[in-house]
């Protein structure tokens, strides 16, 4: 096998560089016709181009998810004119945190959930909402089913990346579905796991809300303990 060096002008900055290259039958490799400077340019270049393409299809497959699964009010940029507690929204929204989003109807505490919903979308995280009646309605019929089968929908929802209730406390739900609400929430704060909740009740008063009250002391204390409270 031959090898040889030879000098070549790069054909960008027509700089002179000393370039190795080893024969091949008729042909010498490899046939480099850039200085190490123009190289290191266009590999710095091209490790951009590729970052921006997958910011942009993720930015895409957020803009489709959020096409599909955000209700047509909440989609758009929010509108400032509209009167809800935009302080408590700003709040929310500079929180990376577990949290807790309390005070009464049309406050803003839902369309601060959306809002937060689509952040974590365009973060590629698509977050599993459901207002606490669907919760506690899909808990329920999963009681109907095998053992296996209702243990594997808890078990959803304690491992998904990001879980939003809205509407905590207005279900009305059985001691069994209480339990396993206290499961999902438990596990779920105790492996940190994002979980937002809005609810129309504070502490105390969302725990008498519950028929199980020995268990719905601990669950308050887990909210008070791992979500941050931002009041509407």
């Known amino acids: 096998m031959d090898f040889r060096t030879i000098t070549r002008k790069c054909l960008e900055t027509g700089q002179e560089f000393e370039l190795k290259q080893t024969r091949f039958g008729e042909l010498w490799f490899p046939d480099i016709k850039y200085c190490d400077e123009v190289l290191d340019r ?105 053992r296996a089968t209702h243990q594997r929908l808890i078990d959803h929802f304690i491992k998904v990346k990001t879980l939003v209730i809205d509407d905590l406390g207005k279900e009305n739900i059985t001691s069994r579905v209480q339990s396993d609400m206290f499961e999902i929430f438990n596990s779920r704060f105790e492996h940190e796991k994002l979980t937002i909740i809005t609810t129309n009740w504070n502490g105390d008063e969302l725990q008498a809300r519950y028929p199980d009250e020995e268990l719905a002391k601990p669950l308050i204390a887990r909210f008070r303990e791992f979500c941050k409270p931002i009041t509407f």
Do not use: H
């Open 42 to 146: 266009m590999e710095v270049e091209f490790k951009e181009e590729k970052r921006q393409a997958i910011k942009l299809q993720k930015r895409e497959l957020a803009d489709d998810w959020i096409q599909k699964n955000i209700p047509p009010i909440y989609k758009g940029e929010p509108d400032r004119s509209f009167p809800i507690n935009w302080k408590a929204f700003d709040k929310a929204l500079a929180c990376n945190q577990s949290m807790l989003l309390i005070g009464k109807s049309r406050k803003g505490k839902t369309r601060t959930a959306m809002e937060l919903i689509k952040r974590e979308a365009y973060k590629g995280d698509y977050p599993e909402f459901k207002t606490a009646e669907r919760l506690a309605g899909t808990l329920g019929e999963g009681m109907g089913k095998s």
